[in-house]
Each structure stands twice: as C-alpha cells, then as structure tokens.
C-alpha cells in the first residue's frame, strides 16, 4: 500500500523555493532514510507530510488524503523534532497520560518502560527540559503513539552516544514487534544504516535518488591508481567525486559499471555514506577544490 504519494510537490518561501518538484511513492512497513545536505528541503517536506505546512503546487498524498489541516492523517502520523510543542502547564506525566485520547494505538507499557529507562522526572515541565531529555521523551513520546506514519526529524540531535544508541535499538525493535511506516531525516547516515531498508535523497529540493540502501551501495564505484590511468578511464563517465592523491596517483568515483578492470587501479567499494555525500556536492573534488 501507498503510504506517502508527492507529485511535484513545490514549497516557496517568500519566492525562494525550499521544494522545487518532490516526486516520489512510500510503500507501507518500511523505514525510510530522508537524507540531504543542510537545507535540502528535508524539514519543509516533512512538515508539508505532517499536514503543519501546506504545499504552493503539486500534490501531496499521505494515507490517500491531502495531509494539511486533516484529522485522519495527523491521528494516523506523528512527526517528532525538536519543535513538539505541549501546553506549557503540562508535566511529562500529565502529557503521557493526556496521550491515548487523540492517539488510539497509544501504548501505555512502553512509553512508561521507556520513561524508567531513560530515568525522566515525570514532575517535570517538558519545555524546561535540557535539549537531550527533550529529544529522549520526545522519541518516547513518538515511538507510543505507534502512529501508522512516524517521521523522525534529525531525532538524535542534543542526545549522547549512549542514548543515541539505545534510540536506535528502541525503534528497531520497535518496528519489529509492530511494523509502520518510519520516515527519519538525519545527517548520521552511517550510523542508522543498520535500520534502513531505503534511501531518500534530496537536494536542493529535488529527489536525486530513491532506492533500497543495498542498491546505494552498489551504485558507485572508486578507482585508484596512476593519474593518467584514472584520467583515461573516467574521460567519458559521470565523475561523481575526483582527488588527486598524491604527485603521481589520482582517486575517481564513478556509477558503477561491469568491465572496469585495468592493471594498476584498484577498484574500490564507495559508502552509501559517501554516495549521498558526492551526489549532492556541488564540487567534484569537494573541500579540496578551495584550497587548489
Ligand atoms: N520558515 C521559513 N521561512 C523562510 N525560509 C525557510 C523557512 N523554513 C525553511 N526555509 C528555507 O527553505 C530551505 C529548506 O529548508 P529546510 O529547513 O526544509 O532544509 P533541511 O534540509 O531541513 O535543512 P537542515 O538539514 O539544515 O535542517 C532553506 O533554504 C531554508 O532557509
């Protein structure tokens, strides 16, 4: 089932495009990677998906309904960042038991389990909390509701290492025991790659590619070896990325493709990691190209 269907979907912000033509399809029971360089678009789009922001053209789908203003989508959704916002007069304690009333698959035994573990002050005011509580009970409080679409917005961001991690098992298992739709923007894709069974890359407000992580992994090759070797086989390819090594050796990204064998370069696997960096740079050779 189609959870999430953006046809060139367009977001302006005071004439500036922020969304400039999202098209893409979501398939229900996935978890889903939303990554793209600082401002992408990655925040705009989710905010247009959690129905907060509505779209200037194109059409934007979630569950089959226009998501702005709609009670069947944000019942159904819920996108955690460091925007949550409750009534200021609410402790943790009132929120989470404020919860079920408008989310019906709220559970009660986890988000308490979860509070516990993560030792949070129930008498607590959420908006005194420090960035990383904020960030921990905000994760609790997205996992519960086990909304059909979850969406995550940078959710690591103030947490520490340990609780970095832990968040990352939760929602693993998580999803194992009760499988949704998670979308989750990041700028840590090497260390939630273990999660992710797709990749959704965007820049400059545009889908630059939407596959299954296995194939971002296969979708560069490097070489490396003597310049002129290196120069040669990549005159007529899409250089995705380009270093000169040292006086005499050059390393070159390149699509993959089959045949590239020639004695003296060695072919090297590239990281999804590095992929999404390289398609989305706007310098072949990177920093390096500054200081040339
Ligand atoms: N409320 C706003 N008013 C004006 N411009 C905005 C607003 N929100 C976002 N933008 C602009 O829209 C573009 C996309 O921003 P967005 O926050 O969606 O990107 P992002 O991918 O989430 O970035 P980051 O990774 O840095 O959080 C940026 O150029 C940003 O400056």
Not at 48 to 60: D, H, K, P, T
Not at 134 to 140: G, L, P, R, W, Y
Not at 196 to 219: A, P, R
Not at 237 to 258: F, M, T
Request: charged share 25%; net charge neutral.
């Amino acid at each position: 089932m189609v959870v999430i269907d953006c046809q060139n979907l367009q977001k302006k912000y005071k004439g500036m495009a922020a969304l400039n033509g999202i098209t893409f399809q979501l398939e229900d029971h996935k978890i889903t990677g939303l990554i793209g360089r600082n401002g992408a678009g990655k925040t705009t789009l989710l905010k247009i998906l959690a129905g907060f922001i509505r779209e200037n053209s194109g059409e934007v789908r979630v569950f089959s309904n226009k998501p702005f203003n709609n009670l069947r989508v944000s019942a159904n959704s819920i996108l955690v960042d460091d925007q949550m916002s409750f009534p200021d007069s609410l402790t943790l304690a009132d929120i989470l038991e404020a919860a079920p009333s408008f989310y019906k698959r709220w559970d009660a035994g986890l988000a308490a389990s979860l509070f516990d573990y993560f030792r949070l002050n129930p008498k607590q005011l959420h908006f005194k909390l420090s960035k990383g509580a904020k960030a921990t009970f905000n994760m609790i409080f997205g996992l519960a509701t086990r909304c059909e679409l979850t969406m995550f917005d940078e959710p690591t961001n103030g947490m520490d290492e340990a609780v970095r991690s832990d968040f990352y098992r939760a929602l693993l298992k998580e999803y194992i025991a009760y499988p949704r739709s998670i979308l989750i923007s990041s700028h840590h894709l090497a260390e939630m790659e273990h999660l992710l069974e797709d990749i959704l890359l965007i820049h400059k407000g545009k889908v630059v590619l939407h596959q299954s992580l296995e194939e971002v992994k296969e979708y560069a090759v490097a070489l490396q070896g003597q310049t002129d070797i290196v120069e040669k086989l990549t005159a007529e390819k899409d250089v995705l990325h380009i270093k000169q090594l040292d006086s005499h050796r050059k390393y070159a990204v390149i699509k993959k493709e089959d045949s590239l064998g020639v004695e003296g370069v060695t072919i090297q696997t590239v990281s999804a990691t590095d992929v999404c960096m390289f398609m989305t740079s706007e310098r072949k050779g990177g920093i390096d190209d500054v200081f040339k």
